[in-house]
């Protein structure tokens, strides 16, 4: 999947999101949208990357501590 096939996708889900709120406004948006995304960004990184965080961290541009702290967050890691 591409960089543009992804952002179409993400473009879509917000079109879906706001027709389904029939013309209320949203609310904290921003931050339900990248808790949404972030969590299976993370699992899925975590995985390719065999739960090898510093290799996950380098992909991700992260340093890794910052990377355990996400993973703590969203409780894919105790």
Request: proline letters at 3%; a positive charge.
């Amino acid at each position: 999947m591409s960089k543009k096939q992804i952002e179409d996708c993400v473009r879509s889900s917000l079109e879906g999101y706001f027709r389904d709120l029939r013309g209320t406004e949203p609310d904290g948006m921003y931050e339900m949208i990248v808790t949404v995304v972030e969590k299976p960004l993370l699992e899925v990184v975590m995985l390719r990357a065999e739960g090898n965080q510093s290799r996950a961290a380098q992909w991700l541009g992260l340093n890794r501590n910052t990377l355990r702290k996400k993973l703590v967050e969203h409780r894919i890691i105790k």
